[in-house]
């Protein structure tokens, strides 16, 4: 090859050089152009975080020039003066930077007008020619509008909480201030009916007690529809007789019309198999539409149908149907009957057979809770018709034999036994005047004795040195209220320590049932009361007072038949808790076992998950039933990994606690297992 030709092949491949850099230019030039249009702003640090360059795309993001920026440490100047935590949170990017490592984060700063401003910052090491790190670029994209969104949510969030909250207090407040005095009016009419009235007088106390019971309708609706539509009302499935449930219902409305030339007719197809279900729920639906079509049939009859639809593998539908011969619905105003506050016009001036106009509303959305759906027919002047259907899975029960089959069996019921121990001690606090003398008639019409204090002071002072069998306590009085009173009672050494008490309660609202629950209380009486249901509580007492002296649990006394635990257990708990009550104690270990069985393997799944919500609820639900089977310390131990746990304990961290707790909780159950044979054995002993 001569040179001329060597000088011309080295021309062409400078030449093709020179067009490969130029067209890497442009494109370097397009992707710089790219991105100051995607509106980022751009800034450049060195490793004392001092500027060194900014881009025209942060000086329009910020308000600030390159000569205002460049030379000066980012933080003093785009930082809110003693804004410590973003502060601490630079620095900690800057950490990052310094070990080669990129990220991504939020930062608020300040433009130059005094604006706060929400940035995303994506940053990453800047190195030289020579591999050596020089500094930090960052880019920087603009989210403060997306960030004040998100906090005007959150203030409407919190808004709606605090409404809603609110609520939930004017309705407890407003439950027990009418039902308090509501509960002197409908007791007071049912002792003035048991004394010698003219049929005069028996007409006028009649009007009172219908009227009482009407009020308490009223409220108990109003209550009812909050909770419902709070979501506040969660479906407990158990197993149902659906032809039990009808029959008792049916039964219910003849008695209650029997001065009514009305008929309750019952024509019920029923599988033999028990269905889940909420009872309680499923017969409010019932006594809803019950009530409706009694309310609005003077002659004639209610029928109450129910026929199966379907049944596909595990599930079986129903439909139900409560007919009446009532006035009926015209059929415009048919579909408004199941909305809120709408009754059907001209209900409110006859007989005084008005209401809230909530009833098939809370109707509706009970059913619909339930998966179902529900609707009516009617002709006016002829009755209606309302139907509706539910899907339940059909009951799963063993047999004697072990086997599992399809249905359950129930036992007749038992005769109660009313009898009531006339040596029976009783406290009532209460502090509303006309509750202590409807409360004192019905006690001195059972001859037992009692003192009544009105306020929680009061009653804890009498605690102090006079022994009762069972105490009456309103949950708000002056002073110190049923709560307080309740906490002192069972935490400090006085002789009721461990006797029962009952809430007289005229509120409604879930929490302070709960809370009553949690400082000792055994149950709620809940205002206005029947005299029936004083009666119940002080008929249990006399059982318990009974059966004291069988199947007793001795832990210290030196008797011919005890039962002592296995030393490992805490006696001192189980004492406190149980007072020596051996039936008792196997109960309360045998849903232990049952409910260790159920949430335990949820627990272990939520852990392994990472599922830091569903570990918390099992923590939560698992701690306090150690304590209840004599083992306080576990329930200490899991008291500690709940506050843990809200105190943003990472996965690793739960993890960390479950594996220090796992083989306790299987020794648990070893032991707790072991003496719930051993108290079976010690009470077909002891029988």
């Not at 709606?160 to 609520?167: G, L, P």
């Not at 048991?194 to 007690?209: A, L, M, P, R």
């Not at 079509?293 to 439909?319: H, N, R, V």
């Not at 121990?421 to 005047?433: G, K, R, T, W």
Request: net charge negative; glycine share 6%; with cysteine.
């Amino acid at each position: 090859m001569t040179d001329k030709e060597r000088i011309k092949l080295l021309e062409d491949k400078i030449k093709n050089l020179h067009e490969g850099y130029r067209k890497q230019l442009l494109n370097l030039e397009k992707f710089k152009a790219m991105v100051m249009n995607l509106n980022l702003g751009l800034m450049i640090v060195d490793n004392d975080e001092i500027i060194t360059k900014v881009y025209s795309s942060f000086e329009s993001l910020t308000g600030y020039t390159a000569e205002e920026l460049v030379g000066k440490k980012a933080s003093e100047v785009l930082l809110r003066k003693g804004d410590v935590i973003s502060d601490l949170q630079l620095k900690e990017q800057h950490t990052l930077r310094e070990n080669g490592d990129s990220s991504v984060y939020e930062i608020p700063i300040i433009a130059k007008n005094g604006e706060e401003l929400w940035l995303t910052i994506s940053g990453a090491p800047l190195y030289d020619d020579n591999g050596d790190k020089i500094g930090s670029i960052g880019i920087h994209w603009d989210i403060t509008r997306q960030k004040r969104l998100q906090q005007s949510l959150q203030q409407a969030r919190e808004e709606s909480d605090r409404a809603k909250h609110a609520e939930e207090r004017f309705l407890a407040k407003m439950s027990h201030e009418i039902r308090t005095p509501l509960n002197a009016v409908i007791g007071m009419s049912y002792l003035l009916k048991g004394t010698e009235i003219n049929e005069e007088q028996k007409e006028y106390v009649d009007v009172i007690s219908r009227s009482g019971n009407l009020l308490l309708n009223l409220i108990n609706d109003i209550l009812d529809y909050s909770k419902v539509s709070s979501g506040q009302i969660q479906v407990r499935q158990a197993p149902v007789d659906l032809n039990v449930l009808l029959t008792d219902l049916a039964q219910t409305f003849r008695l209650k019309t029997l001065d009514k030339p009305l008929s309750i007719k019952t024509e019920i197809d029923v599988e033999e198999d028990a269905v889940l279900a909420d009872e309680t729920l499923l017969n409010q639906v019932f006594m809803n539409l019950m009530s409706n079509a009694e309310k609005f049939t003077e002659e004639g009859s209610i029928t109450i149908t129910a026929e199966p639809l379907a049944e596909i593998g595990d599930t079986l539908t129903y439909q139900f149907t409560v007919e009446d011969t009532g006035s009926g619905i015209a059929p415009d105003r048919l579909e408004a009957i199941f909305q809120e506050f709408v009754q059907e016009e001209g209900v409110i001036l006859r007989d005084g057979k008005g209401g809230t106009g909530l009833g098939l509303a809370i109707t509706k959305k009970i059913v619909e809770l339930m998966d179902g759906k529900i609707w009516a027919e009617s002709t006016l002047n002829l009755g209606t018709s309302v139907h509706f259907v539910v899907p339940f899975q059909i009951a799963k029960v063993e047999t004697n034999d072990g086997n599992k089959r399809t249905g359950v069996t129930s036992d007749a019921p038992k005769s109660t036994d009313t009898k009531i121990d006339s040596s029976l001690s009783i406290l009532v606090a209460e502090d509303n005047s006309m509750n202590q003398k409807y409360i004192s008639r019905i006690l001195d019409k059972i001859g037992v004795y009692y003192e009544i204090v009105e306020n929680g002071h009061l009653a804890q002072k009498i605690c102090g040195h006079q022994k009762f069998d069972v105490i009456f306590m309103d949950l708000f009085m002056p002073l110190i209220d049923g709560f307080d009173a309740t906490k002192h009672i069972r935490k400090t050494e006085n002789p009721n320590k461990h006797t029962p008490i009952y809430a007289l309660t005229a509120t409604a609202v879930a929490q302070h049932k709960k809370r009553a629950l949690t400082v000792g209380m055994e149950g709620f009486i809940s205002k206005p009361f029947h005299p029936n249901e004083i009666k119940q509580v002080l008929s249990e007492i006399t059982k318990q007072k009974d059966q004291n002296a069988s199947h007793t649990l001795f832990l210290d006394n030196d008797n011919s038949m005890t039962f002592n635990f296995h030393e490992s257990f805490d006696t001192e708990s189980l004492k406190m808790y149980y007072d020596g009550d051996i039936e008792y104690t196997l109960e309360m270990f045998e849903i232990f076992i049952d409910q260790l069985a159920e949430s335990l393997p949820l627990l272990k799944s939520a852990i392994e998950g990472g599922d830091r919500l569903n570990a918390r609820h099992y923590v939560h639900k698992l701690k306090p039933t150690f304590t209840m089977v004599g083992f306080p310390r576990t329930t200490t131990y899991f008291e500690k990994w709940e506050r843990m746990i809200d105190d943003g304990l990472d996965n690793q961290g739960i993890e960390n606690q479950w594996e220090g707790v796992r083989s306790d909780i299987i020794g648990i159950n070893r032991l707790v297992s072991q003496e719930i044979e051993r108290m079976r054995l010690y009470i077909q002993r002891s029988s």
